[in-house]
């Protein structure tokens, strides 16, 4: 391995500073596009929501988009004693997540019933395609 100003590869000095400099530059500009693509991804979502459509049209591409709710354990405790108190903890002897989310998913239980132990959280997918000419 090398380090600081070794000759690596045959590049100078001078052209690892500069990829070096180049790299930085391009997270850096990978970090903006992300920021940008995501509020634009809001708005998408938002106003796919709000029609209650599937697909959306630009002049060149167009998106179709999914939606998928999923759910997270956020409180071990409360998890455990609302089983308790209900008499299902044997149900998910070792709090097996994957368990109760499908739990959710089948309404055998609800988000509710979990009293803040879990949350629900929604993942948007958006899939651009070139539209043909």
């Known amino acids: 391995m090398a380090y600081d ?8 000095e001078k052209t690892m500073k500069a990829l070096v400099d180049r790299y930085a530059e391009i997270s850096q500009e990978m970090r ?13 979502v938002q106003y796919i929501e709000s029609k209650k459509l599937q697909r959306l049209f630009g ?4 998106l179709t988009w999914s939606s998928q ?10 998890i455990e004693k609302v089983l308790d108190e209900k008499g299902s903890k044997e149900q998910f002897v070792s709090l097996d997540r994957f368990k109760i989310m499908q739990a959710i998913k089948d309404q055998s239980w ?3 019933d ?3 132990g879990v ?11 070139k539209l043909e000419a």
Do not use: C, M, P, W
């Open 5 to 12: 100003d070794e000759d690596v590869s045959g590049f100078s």
């Open 32 to 44: 903006n596009l992300k920021i940008e693509k995501d509020q634009i991804k809001g708005h998408l």
């Open 59 to 62: 002049n060149t591409d167009q």
């Open 69 to 78: 709710a999923h759910y997270v354990l956020v409180d071990k405790d409360i």
């Open 110 to 112: 609800k988000v509710d």
């Open 114 to 116: 979990f009293a803040g």
């Open 119 to 129: 949350e629900e959280r929604k993942s948007v997918t958006l899939r651009e395609k």
